[in-house]
């Protein structure tokens, strides 16, 4: 007989593969499947007190069956649930899921990040990481499939990069912590001005070509 897990049923294409597992083993399948007697005692005329409600949550598993409309529905149903009956749903194994429509949003990144630190307790939103790792998943998905597990673990790889190397794009910021880097002492009202100058120059908008062209100008 093949069996199957819960996950692996459920899964897309779990109803197909079950059905060919009962073909293949219709017996075993249906030993398999056949429920055992279970006997529950219900004393009607006993009252115990009033039952607390010790629920407010439910989950299903796996994520893919958010793909299912018949699931959709059923979520529309527990929404429905009067005087929070259910505050909230969690959706298992959302980690396999391929990441299609991203959206780089603060949602988003908290589940990143709790999902990290369930991995690696230290991992932490630090300055540059999210343009790295949005710049990563977009070269992998360029390549093929790629799953928010794989995002996480990214997440988790440039946490243990002690400093970002500087991103490679001209930008002002960049100019200004250059410039202030090498021109020791100097002002922000001198690097505006550098700023400004190099603005109007045909170069590169780096501080290598402003002190190029510095260099240049001071030795005509």
Same mark, same amino acid.
């Given at each position: 007989m093949t %069996?199957?897990? %819960?996950? +692996?049923?459920?899964?897309?294409?779990?109803v197909?593969?079950?059905?060919?597992?009962?073909a293949?083993? !219709?017996?075993?399948?249906?030993?398999?499947?056949?429920?055992?007697?279970?006997t529950i005692?219900?004393?009607?005329?006993r009252?115990?007190?009033?039952?607390?409600?010790?629920?407010?949550?439910t989950?299903?598993?796996?994520?893919?069956?958010l793909?299912l409309p018949?699931?959709?529905?059923?979520?529309s149903?527990?929404g429905?649930?009067? @005087?929070?009956?259910?505050?909230?749903?969690?959706v298992h194994?959302?980690l396999?899921?391929?990441?299609? @429509?991203?959206?780089?949003?603060? +949602?988003?990144?908290?589940?990143?990040?709790?999902?990290?630190q369930?991995? @690696?307790p230290?991992?932490?939103?630090?300055?540059?990481?999210?343009?790295?790792?949005? %710049? &990563?998943?977009?070269?992998?998905?360029?390549?093929? !499939?790629v799953?928010?597990?794989?995002l996480v673990?990214? =997440?988790?790889?440039?946490? #243990?990069?002690?400093r970002?190397?500087?991103? !490679? $794009?001209?930008r002002y910021? @960049? =100019?200004?912590a250059?410039? $202030?880097a090498?021109?020791? #002492?100097?002002s922000?009202e001198?690097?505006l001005?550098?700023?400004?100058k190099?603005?109007?120059?045909?170069?590169?908008?780096?501080?290598?070509s &402003?002190r190029?062209?510095?260099?240049?100008a001071?030795?005509?």
């Amino acid at each position: 007989m093949t %069996r199957l897990s %819960r996950r +692996q049923a459920l899964a897309g294409g779990g109803v197909t593969a079950l059905a060919a597992a009962a073909a293949a083993a !219709p017996e075993a399948a249906a030993q398999a499947c056949r429920p055992e007697p279970t006997t529950i005692t219900v004393d009607a005329g006993r009252v115990l007190g009033p039952l607390p409600k010790f629920w407010r949550c439910t989950g299903f598993t796996p994520a893919e069956l958010l793909l299912l409309p018949e699931m959709r529905q059923t979520l529309s149903f527990l929404g429905a649930v009067p @005087n929070r009956g259910l505050e909230f749903v969690r959706v298992h194994y959302l980690l396999d899921l391929v990441i299609a @429509n991203y959206t780089s949003n603060r +949602q988003t990144k908290g589940f990143i990040i709790r999902e990290a630190q369930r991995k @690696n307790p230290s991992a932490k939103e630090k300055s540059g990481i999210w343009y790295r790792l949005n %710049r &990563w998943r977009e070269a992998q998905v360029a390549k093929g !499939p790629v799953t928010y597990e794989d995002l996480v673990e990214q =997440f988790i790889v440039l946490n #243990g990069v002690e400093r970002f190397e500087r991103i !490679p $794009h001209p930008r002002y910021i @960049n =100019f200004l912590a250059e410039y $202030h880097a090498a021109e020791k #002492g100097a002002s922000r009202e001198d690097a505006l001005a550098a700023w400004r100058k190099l603005k109007k120059m045909d170069v590169p908008k780096t501080y290598a070509s &402003w002190r190029a062209v510095s260099r240049r100008a001071r030795g005509r």
